[in-house]
């Protein structure tokens, strides 16, 4: 059993049911019809609530455990996830696929980090939306969650390659309130980006 499926093997949903807050504000952007991948989504908390906008959601996750438990939480709140497990070190990104790629907490080795990156320029359609939330590296002056491990954070300089090529409409980096479950309470130091991939026409 993975350190993920070990996490998550528990009747309760440890980083809780409900969206993460910079999501939740964002709910203007995901439109009835699109089509939306939730990546790196966990139990599927996320997953579940763009779902219950309206929008057709693709849900992947490292965690079979995960990926069970976002199914029944769909299955109580009356709506359908398209989960498939993939390990985002070996991604298939197909090109111009997704209305929004949506990624809350997502961390990983900094070559994962740069695939992740490039896969989410190519699997967005033009003008579409990536919406993010990270732990920054000042994180681990707070303990409130998060990997305990320098490199698993982010620094702006992460999305460089993302705001020369994309339309930035929001970031920030600085501390937010998080109380999201049981592992993120408490004043949380992040880094929030929202970038519109550039049409070519």
Same mark, same amino acid.
């Given at each position: 059993m993975?350190?993920?499926?070990?996490?998550?093997?528990t009747? =309760?949903? %440890? /980083?809780?049911?409900?969206?993460?807050?910079?999501?939740?504000?964002?709910? #203007?952007?995901? *439109?009835?019809?699109?089509?939306?991948?939730?990546?790196?989504?966990?139990?599927?908390?996320?997953?579940v609530?763009?779902?219950?906008?309206?929008?057709?959601?693709?849900m992947?996750?490292?965690?079979?455990?995960?990926?069970?438990?976002?199914?029944?939480?769909?299955?109580?709140?009356?709506?359908?996830?398209?989960?498939?497990?993939?390990?985002?070190?070996?991604?298939?990104?197909s =090109?111009? %696929? /997704?209305?929004?790629?949506?990624?809350?907490?997502?961390?990983?080795?900094? #070559?994962?980090? *740069?695939?992740?990156?490039a896969?989410?320029?190519?699997?967005?359609?033009?003008?579409?939306?990536?919406?993010?939330?990270?732990?920054?590296e000042?994180?681990?002056?707070?303990?409130?969650?998060?990997?305990?491990?320098?490199?698993?954070?982010y620094?702006?300089?992460?999305?460089?390659?993302?705001?020369?090529?994309?339309?930035?409409?929001?970031?920030?980096?600085?501390?937010?309130?998080r109380?999201?479950g049981?592992?993120?309470?408490?004043?949380?130091?992040?880094?929030?980006?929202?970038?519109? *991939?550039?049409?070519?026409?």
């Amino acid at each position: 059993m993975s350190t993920w499926d070990k996490r998550f093997n528990t009747d =309760e949903y %440890v /980083y809780g049911e409900n969206p993460n807050a910079f999501v939740n504000q964002q709910a #203007h952007l995901f *439109k009835q019809g699109m089509r939306v991948l939730a990546i790196a989504e966990g139990e599927g908390r996320n997953a579940v609530w763009l779902a219950e906008q309206g929008v057709t959601v693709d849900m992947w996750d490292y965690s079979r455990v995960g990926l069970d438990k976002a199914n029944r939480l769909a299955e109580r709140r009356g709506v359908t996830l398209h989960t498939r497990l993939v390990d985002l070190a070996e991604a298939d990104w197909s =090109e111009n %696929v /997704y209305d929004a790629i949506v990624c809350i907490y997502g961390h990983f080795p900094d #070559h994962v980090k *740069k695939s992740v990156i490039a896969g989410v320029g190519r699997a967005l359609k033009p003008d579409g939306y990536f919406v993010t939330e990270v732990y920054s590296e000042a994180q681990l002056t707070y303990g409130t969650g998060g990997p305990k491990q320098k490199e698993l954070l982010y620094t702006r300089s992460d999305f460089a390659t993302l705001m020369d090529s994309f339309k930035t409409i929001h970031f920030f980096d600085g501390t937010v309130e998080r109380h999201e479950g049981s592992l993120h309470n408490g004043e949380s130091a992040v880094l929030q980006y929202i970038g519109q *991939k550039v049409s070519t026409s």
